[in-house]
Nanobody, 119 residues
Framework: QVQLVESGGGSVQPGGFLRLSCSASGSFFSVKAMCWYRQTPGNQRELVATISSAGSTNYADSVKGRFTISRDNAKNTVYLQMNSLKPEDTAVYYC?????????????WGQGTQVTVSS
């Protein structure tokens, strides 16, 4: 059984910062790509940032220069450092992992963590 456990959400004022963490646990799960998505009510889930197992990263234009995705492969953990937060960053943030269990590709989602940016 693979689980993604997220932490680090909360409320912050505009211009503030938060750091999200997501740890993947489960036997025989070889994690490859890890991503962060976010979703607001009535909207589709939006890809925020991705990182490969080799460390290559990509970001949505709306967060470039403000958010940084990183990972600790030894811990199967991905982080999202969010700086200069704006009210429009308010959303539920979801962790996503894609990897192999033996020879089968699998994808998993975290439970989501709320980020609220408000004065």
């Amino acid at each position: 059984q693979v689980q993604l456990v997220e932490s680090g959400g909360g409320s912050v004022q505009p211009g503030g910062f938060l750091r999200l963490s997501c740890s993947a646990s489960g036997s025989f799960f070889s994690v490859k790509a890890m991503c962060w998505y976010r979703q607001t009510p009535g909207n589709q889930r939006e890809l925020v940032a991705t990182i490969s197992s080799a460390g290559s990263t990509n970001y949505a234009d709306s967060v470039k220069g403000r958010f940084t995705i990183s990972r600790d492969n030894a811990k199967n953990t991905v982080y999202l450092q969010m700086n200069s937060l704006k009210p429009e960053d308010t959303a539920v943030y979801y962790c996503y992992a894609r990897g192999l269990i033996v020879t089968e590709w699998r994808t998993y989602w975290g439970q989501g963590t709320q980020v609220t940016v408000s004065s």
